[in-house]
């Protein structure tokens, strides 16, 4: 399997939303897997619920990597995530990531920190809500 890349992963999660979440999770991270963010550890039923709840206020949006570097199962990147809400509300967040994949391809533990370019200051959570 070729390994998963945030662009991929994040466009499936948030952004292919004809695609069932459940399979684009599954094809991009492992069962066992970790996420920090800003400091908060979630596992996968974690991180299930937060894709849930973004889906349900996110009505476009993309994403662009500035920096992504790889060294074996190791992964980093800065990336920025530009969101459209549901309520027209656009904001950007420039994520700071570093990542271990599994064998197989798929992110295994990523722990990030988040950083609020433009939006309002509610939108500073996001990358947490659930």
Do not use: K
């Amino acid at each position: 399997m070729t390994p998963t890349d945030i662009t991929r992963a994040i466009n499936d999660l948030l952004f292919t939303p004809d695609l069932d979440l459940d399979t684009a999770i599954e094809r991009h991270f492992t069962p066992d897997y970790r996420q920090r963010t800003n400091g908060v550890w979630s596992d996968r039923d974690g991180f299930t619920q937060h894709m849930t709840r973004l889906r349900s206020l996110i009505r476009s949006g993309h994403v662009e990597v500035h920096d992504e570097l790889r060294d074996g199962l190791r992964y980093a990147d800065r990336h920025t995530v530009t969101l459209t809400r549901n309520n027209g509300r656009t904001s950007r967040t420039e994520v700071y990531l570093f990542a271990r994949f599994a064998p197989d391809g798929r992110f295994q533990c990523v722990e990030e920190t988040t950083l609020l370019i433009t939006g309002h200051s509610d939108d500073e959570n996001l990358g947490l809500i659930r």
